[in-house]
């Protein structure tokens, strides 16, 4: 049963369309990623279900009740900002507790929401410090606590990792999932990093130029795209006779092997993978290797091309895209 619903949702700037028509049900408890490049809408549907937009045109409702015109401040929503938005003269308890200020909880009952948001996001010990003596990471957690200290119906997420280097947001990603898992808070996140949308998402909204692609499991998305757009935007893809492969599907064989012949092109070394550019009779594929620590192929080495019999296959919307 939707807990959170937009129908027919549209914003225009004047005579230019930044959201037309956005139709989405969000279940209570469901981490929903809206996910697309700049200039997409996601962040623009965003400020609409905060309060910071107008909506003009549809409506949005939340357990039933029509929200559409209720002003930011009385919605009750948590948000975190990609900026974070901390009080630099206050201390991590006190931008914690802030919401709760406002909204004159007794001071002994805020103290006490105030550890145990604080503990939810393991910075107990940090209480009594401040924002700038506070690692990126930890600044991130404190905004998350101020945001779900108040207990929202729904939390908003708008980049929340954006500003973390790649080790610290992959491990964030993480934490930020088992947060919400521990709190069946209905979630909704805007970014436009896919591994971000795909890793911890129950579904994800892939969106361009102010519409929905498609909407569905992180998994059907990736290996199901409905058109070349999503396929190319989600991952990369090799097309073949009008077929989507996903790098990962290649294998490379011996030379003289395989459904096709290949040549490397190039080759990049990504840690954990290789990643090769290919000359085929089929055009340039690309094709990522797990590294098992055998000598990578060189530039200009020939090799075989294959798939799995069973590797998934799809053939995309061009009408879509």
């Known amino acids: 049963m939707s807990f959170l619903t937009l129908s027919d949702v549209s914003k225009f700037y004047g005579a230019t369309c930044a959201v037309q028509g956005l139709n989405l049900s969000i279940a209570q408890g469901e981490f929903v990623s809206l996910l697309g490049p700049s200039g997409c809408g996601k962040t623009t549907t965003l400020q609409m279900l905060a309060g910071f937009e107008a909506v003009s045109?549809?409506?949005?409702?939340?357990?039933?009740?029509?929200?559409?015109?209720?002003?930011?401040?009385?919605?009750?929503?948590?948000?975190?900002?990609?900026?974070?938005?901390?009080?630099?003269?206050?201390?991590?308890?006190?931008?914690?507790?802030?919401?709760?200020?406002?909204?004159?909880?007794?001071?002994?009952?805020?103290?006490?929401?105030?550890?145990?948001?604080?503990?939810?996001?393991?910075?107990?010990?940090?209480?009594?410090?401040?924002?700038?003596?506070?690692?990126?990471?930890?600044?991130?957690?404190?905004?998350?606590?101020?945001?779900?200290?108040?207990?929202?119906?729904?939390?908003?997420?708008?980049?929340?990792?954006?500003?973390?280097?790649?080790?610290?947001?992959?491990?964030?990603?993480?934490?930020?999932?088992?947060?919400?898992?521990?709190?069946?808070?209905?979630?909704?996140?805007?970014?436009?990093?896919?591994d971000e949308a795909l890793s911890i998402s129950d579904r994800v909204v892939v969106m361009r130029a102010g519409r929905t692609e498609q909407i569905g499991h992180p998994h059907a998305v990736y290996e199901r795209p409905q058109s070349d757009f999503i396929a190319n935007f989600v991952g990369k893809a090799n097309v073949l006779d009008g077929q989507l492969l996903r790098p990962e599907k290649l294998q490379l064989r011996p030379a003289g092997s395989g459904r096709l012949a290949g040549t490397v092109k190039e080759c990049y070394f990504l840690g954990s993978q290789w990643l090769y550019a290919l000359d085929t009779a089929a055009g340039t594929l690309t094709a990522l290797v797990p590294n098992d620590g055998r000598a990578a192929l060189v530039e200009g080495q020939a090799c075989g091309v294959d798939w799995p019999d069973g590797a998934p296959r799809v053939i995309a919307d061009e009408a879509a895209s």
């Open 57 to 194: 045109g549809g409506c949005i409702t939340l357990a039933g009740r029509d929200i559409t015109h209720t002003p930011a401040n009385t919605r009750g929503l948590g948000i975190v900002f990609q900026s974070y938005a901390l009080f630099p003269h206050m201390t991590v308890a006190a931008n914690v507790g802030f919401g709760l200020e406002m909204r004159k909880v007794p001071a002994a009952d805020r103290a006490r929401q105030v550890r145990e948001a604080l503990a939810l996001v393991r910075l107990e010990a940090h209480a009594d410090r401040y924002p700038r003596e506070l690692s990126g990471g930890q600044r991130q957690r404190v905004a998350l606590a101020r945001a779900l200290v108040i207990q929202p119906p729904v939390l908003l997420l708008d980049e929340p990792l954006s500003n973390l280097d790649a080790q610290l947001r992959e491990e964030m990603q993480y934490e930020l999932r088992r947060i919400q898992r521990t709190l069946g808070t209905t979630t909704l996140m805007v970014t436009h990093d896919q």
